[in-house]
């Protein structure tokens, strides 16, 4: 388990991982890149594998005639505090994201609930114990430094990556809001590095306490403008919207960016972007980023006709490929946009 733990930590160091992307270790370690991808699985991997270690622990101090460790050990003791919480931990993450208990289906009760990894981390450093380290149990070295280093790693992004932006400006389109902020040069820089990529934001006119994020894209005509667009989906969103009725300017907090899952596109001379919805907008980085340089093609199945008439009419898809549009919507389109 431990390759797992220390997978399970890394993938989520958001400032360490933004920091490898731009150095050549990035070639060999994909979960530099594709963080989330790994961490699921290193996650699913500790979900169960702790059951598995768990019953041989168990049947171990049956047949030694020792079960009163499970109480008075700090092994037993410890041991238990993870199986209570891992469950808590992971399967919400794993099973209610879509059905089940509707109880836990909000991603912010989910996300919650996953804050006790940190009771998992720091209970298990006394798992074992200090004389068996010399037997190979470094169990408290893996989990120290890794919930030591992403603590400090989270304090550097909250501290380091983020800026309050004053003079953000809030397009309001019945389907979302689309907000343009004039960045820092700190954030354009890494913005530029991380190919647009993504980026938390915190309204705190809305809830200070939620951040959620979304891909970021260059306004055309200015690169110091990064725009995202917040399409309506959940409670938060939603009270976005309802907060603006029209188009306005207000602050945001802005924490990031972070490397875009279109970073690899560098690799490729003649690109095909595949998006539906509002899957567009990682697309749209990756055209602003790469459309004077490479041919960009882009294949976007679309329902929405005022976000289609919206990105087409700013030209966000002017580049120098092909662009496969299919508009699935019922309304019909407006005849300029038609043709
Ligand atoms: C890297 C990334 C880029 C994204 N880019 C865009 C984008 O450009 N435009 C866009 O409209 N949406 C984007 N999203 C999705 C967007 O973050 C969610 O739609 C939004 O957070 C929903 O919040 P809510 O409270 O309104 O909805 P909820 O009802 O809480 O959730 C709706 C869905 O969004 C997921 N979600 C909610 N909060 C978060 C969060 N903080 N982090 C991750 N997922 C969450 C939930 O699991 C659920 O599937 C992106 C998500 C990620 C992870």
Redesign the pocket.
């Known amino acids: 388990m431990y390759p797992m733990i220390v997978i399970v930590f890394f993938t989520k160091m958001k400032a360490l991982q933004t920091f490898f992307a731009k150095t050549p270790y990035s070639m060999y370690f994909a979960m530099i890149t594709e963080g989330h991808d790994y961490h699921v699985y290193a996650g699913r991997y500790i979900a169960f594998d702790i059951w598995i270690h768990t019953a041989f622990h168990l049947l171990r101090w049956l047949s030694q005639g020792n079960m009163e460790l499970l109480g008075t050990s700090p092994a037993g003791q410890t041991g238990m505090i993870a199986i209570c919480v891992t469950p808590l931990i992971t399967f919400p993450m794993m099973y209610f994201?879509?059905k089940g208990c509707a109880l836990l289906r909000?991603?912010?009760i989910r996300?919650a609930m996953h804050y006790l990894f940190y009771v998992f981390a720091v209970g298990l450093c006394w798992h074992v114990p200090v004389s068996a380290i010399p037997n190979g149990g470094f169990l408290p070295f893996v989990l120290s430094i890794s919930i030591g280093l992403y603590t400090l790693d989270s304090f550097y992004v909250h501290l380091f990556m983020c800026e309050k932006i004053e003079t953000t400006k809030f397009n309001v389109l019945s389907s979302?809001v689309k907000i343009s902020m004039p960045v820092s040069e700190r954030f354009q820089r890494q913005a530029f590095h991380a190919r647009n990529g993504?980026a938390?934001i915190n309204l705190p006119w809305v809830d200070n306490k939620?951040?959620?994020?979304?891909?970021l894209f260059e306004d055309p005509n200015d690169p110091s403008i990064q725009e995202?667009?917040?399409?309506k989906?959940?409670?938060?969103?939603?009270a976005v919207h309802s907060a603006l009725a029209r188009d306005t300017t207000r602050p945001v907090w802005i924490k990031g960016p972070f490397p875009s899952p279109f970073g690899h596109a560098s690799s490729y001379d003649n690109q095909i972007l595949v998006a539906s919805g509002?899957g567009i907008?990682?697309a749209l980085g990756a055209i602003s980023a790469f459309k004077s340089t490479r041919r960009v093609n882009l294949i976007w199945a679309v329902r929405d006709p005022e976000m289609l008439e919206f990105f087409m009419e700013k030209m966000y898809l002017e580049h120098s490929g092909w662009n496969l549009i299919f508009y699935t919507g019922k309304k019909p389109l407006k005849p300029d946009i038609y043709n």
Do not use: A, C, N, V
């Open positions: 994201k879509r909000p991603y912010e996300k979302g993504f938390y939620q951040w959620h994020p979304f891909s995202m667009f917040l399409m989906s959940g409670d938060w969103t939603k509002i907008t990682p």
